[in-house]
């Protein structure tokens, strides 16, 4: 009805994420969720927003950011275009990180960064570059442990308890809804990020999403798993060699 398919996530996270749905409206049953779902679009933006998981932070994982700026970057910086898409963006934190480190490495202009996500109310809350002001010290901390090379605060004006970082950030990324359990590629990107979005899928999506993230990859791209992902056990892992391990950074080899 709504257009999203959910039959190849983890079963246990399912089920625990729709059980959490059911206690939050207050219902008895999983039937009388499915019977709200059915007649109540508002809540179905509720569990949406339950079975699509929106942890992220600034520079989250800052070794993983330390070592684009280190590793990725110098074999990217000569090419006429940087073609990144980042996979399952959520509220945009790790996008707006990307343009910061970009601009401080002298590639930003060449860059055309596209970013998805399941979850359109996510991606307009991307699309605003707005985030709370608490959360600055600690992604102060996340940018300079990443290689930051200026004031933090240089990229944002804080209003109130809101932030928001510079409109320039954002001017070289396009923000679009995608399902990657429909298997949708934009093709040919030099830089995937796909970072934490795998473990809440089954083996078989799983196999299918790593099938999908290879073929958008550019004859020698880079991708970028979160930390308890890998490429390891799917028939793509002889495709890749390791960049940094141990923060799940690889290249296209074949």
Request: glycine share 6%; with cysteine; aromatic share 14%.
């Given at each position: 009805?709504?257009?999203?398919?959910?039959?190849?996530?983890?079963?246990?996270?399912?089920?625990?994420?729709?059980?959490?749905?059911?206690?939050?409206?207050?219902?008895?049953?999983i039937?009388?969720?499915q019977?709200k779902?059915?007649?109540?679009?508002?809540?179905?933006?509720?569990?949406?927003?339950?079975?699509?998981i929106?942890?992220?932070?600034?520079?989250?994982?800052p070794?993983f950011?330390?070592?684009?700026r280190?590793?990725?970057v110098?074999?990217?910086?000569?090419?006429p275009?940087?073609?990144?898409?980042?996979?399952?963006?959520?509220?945009?934190e790790?996008?707006?990180?990307?343009?910061?480190?970009?601009?401080?490495?002298?590639?930003?202009?060449?860059a055309?960064?596209?970013?998805?996500?399941?979850n359109p109310?996510?991606?307009?809350?991307?699309?605003?570059g707005?985030?709370?002001l608490?959360?600055?010290?600690?992604?102060?901390?996340?940018?300079?442990?990443?290689?930051?090379?200026?004031?933090f605060?240089?990229?944002?004006k804080?209003?109130k308890?809101?932030?928001?970082?510079?409109?320039?950030?954002?001017?070289?990324?396009?923000?679009?809804?995608?399902?990657?359990?429909?298997?949708?590629?934009?093709?040919?990107?030099?830089?995937?990020?796909?970072?934490?979005v795998?473990?809440y899928?089954?083996r078989?999506?799983?196999?299918?999403?790593?099938?999908?993230?290879?073929?958008?990859l550019?004859?020698?791209?880079?991708l970028?798993?979160?930390?308890?992902?890998g490429?390891?056990?799917?028939?793509?892992?002889?495709c890749?060699?390791e960049?940094?391990?141990?923060?799940?950074?690889?290249?296209?080899?074949?």
């Amino acid at each position: 009805m709504y257009g999203y398919d959910f039959r190849n996530y983890s079963y246990t996270f399912i089920q625990r994420r729709v059980r959490h749905c059911v206690y939050k409206e207050k219902l008895g049953s999983i039937s009388a969720l499915q019977e709200k779902i059915l007649r109540d679009t508002a809540v179905m933006d509720s569990l949406l927003a339950d079975l699509s998981i929106n942890v992220t932070e600034m520079f989250r994982d800052p070794g993983f950011f330390k070592s684009i700026r280190t590793k990725v970057v110098p074999l990217v910086k000569d090419s006429p275009k940087i073609r990144i898409w980042h996979a399952g963006c959520s509220s945009g934190e790790e996008v707006y990180s990307m343009s910061i480190l970009l601009y401080e490495e002298g590639v930003f202009d060449k860059a055309e960064i596209f970013a998805t996500d399941i979850n359109p109310a996510m991606l307009e809350k991307a699309k605003r570059g707005s985030f709370p002001l608490e959360e600055m010290q600690h992604y102060t901390k996340n940018y300079l442990e990443a290689g930051g090379k200026r004031a933090f605060s240089e990229y944002y004006k804080a209003v109130k308890d809101q932030v928001f970082f510079h409109p320039f950030l954002s001017e070289k990324v396009q923000f679009s809804q995608q399902d990657l359990a429909k298997g949708e590629s934009f093709n040919n990107f030099d830089i995937i990020l796909c970072r934490n979005v795998l473990i809440y899928f089954n083996r078989n999506l799983q196999n299918e999403v790593h099938k999908l993230l290879y073929n958008s990859l550019s004859h020698s791209g880079f991708l970028g798993l979160g930390k308890r992902e890998g490429i390891k056990f799917n028939s793509y892992e002889d495709c890749y060699g390791e960049i940094d391990a141990s923060e799940r950074l690889y290249r296209k080899i074949k």
